[in-house]
């Protein structure tokens, strides 16, 4: 991700400034939705650069070394490299983002990754996911911990009684949710976020990342989501340094419209490995 946020001195005054115009929010939102995607090798070309910006995540319950590990090869591997050969992009180093697990699974991700000769990184949730309720202390310990086992990325979860209050914090990626909520990753609260980090650019030089996360399962909405990032924040933000895309079974989408690119057909769904 993007070099650390140094921060700068608190202007309240500056925040209590913000106002959102819901109507034009919600007409932004819906332009950005209603805009024509290119079609066959623009289409794929955009849609693996969409791969390449998916954390590739498992936050289950019953996770386990075994699917970590699955998970991790897929991340290696988004895309059967038959599909990627019939485009020429098999050479390209095309992979994930990054893989993303809860802190007791960084080691297995670690070792996998490591095994498969893979210097992808894994990121961890934290501090209490995804309530962020949790004793400070215990937080800090659990980020620690999962540095200590190799991630090398932490997706933190705020304690939103602190931001309700008015006790601000800097951050170097903002992220829409934590994808286990009811409502998670929409249009108009994406384009507000990301107006704020346009702001907070224009006015101090750094460039703060984005990560929609939650409900984002289809390849079509990946393009929406990249079409935003262009319109609202330009190219730089098109890349896995200032852009990620929080998502478990969109990656199986876009290979199955990458598949019928290069075939002509929709795979049957033994045809395609799972994440």
């Given at each position: 991700m993007s070099a650390r946020n140094p921060g700068i001195d608190l202007d309240l005054e500056w925040v209590s400034k913000v106002k959102v115009n819901t109507?034009?929010?919600?007409k932004r939102a819906q332009q950005?939705?209603?805009?024509?995607?290119?079609?066959?090798?623009?289409?794929?070309?955009?849609?693996l650069k969409a791969v390449t910006c998916i954390d590739l995540t498992t936050?289950?319950?019953?996770?386990?070394?075994s699917n970590v590990h699955r998970l991790c090869l897929k991340a290696t591997q988004p895309v059967r490299h038959d599909l990627l050969k019939s485009m020429d992009m098999h050479d390209k180093g095309i992979t994930t983002a990054a893989v993303c697990v809860y802190p007791s699974r960084v080691a297995d991700a670690v070792k996998s990754l490591k095994a498969a000769n893979s210097s992808l990184p894994v990121a961890s949730v934290a501090t209490g996911f995804p309530a962020g309720q949790t004793p400070l202390r215990?937080?800090?310990?659990?980020?620690?911990?999962?540095?200590?086992?190799?991630?090398?990325?932490?997706?933190?979860?705020?304690?939103r009684t602190m931001a309700i209050t008015g006790q601000w914090a800097g951050s170097d990626f903002i992220k829409t949710s934590t994808g286990k909520e009811s409502?998670?990753?929409?249009?108009?609260?994406?384009?507000?976020?990301?107006?704020?980090?346009?702001?907070?650019?224009?006015?101090?030089?750094?460039?703060?990342?984005?990560?929609?996360?939650?409900?984002?399962?289809?390849a079509q909405e990946s393009l929406v989501w990249l079409a935003l990032m262009k319109e609202e924040l330009g190219n730089e933000w098109l890349?896995?340094?200032?852009?990620?895309?929080?998502?478990?079974?969109?990656?199986?989408?876009?290979?199955?419209?990458?598949?019928?690119?290069?075939?002509?057909r929709y795979a049957a769904y033994h045809e395609l490995p799972m994440a």
């Open positions: 109507q034009a929010v919600l950005i939705q209603g805009r024509k995607v290119g079609k066959k090798q623009w289409q794929a070309a955009w849609l936050l289950a319950g019953d996770d386990t070394p215990t937080r800090l310990e659990e980020v620690r911990m999962a540095v200590e086992d190799g991630a090398t990325e932490i997706d933190i979860v705020i304690n409502v998670n990753a929409t249009y108009p609260v994406a384009i507000v976020m990301v107006r704020a980090i346009r702001d907070y650019y224009l006015r101090t030089g750094h460039k703060v990342g984005f990560k929609p996360a939650g409900g984002i399962r289809t890349s896995p340094h200032l852009f990620r895309l929080g998502a478990s079974s969109l990656l199986a989408d876009i290979e199955r419209q990458i598949y019928h690119f290069v075939t002509g």
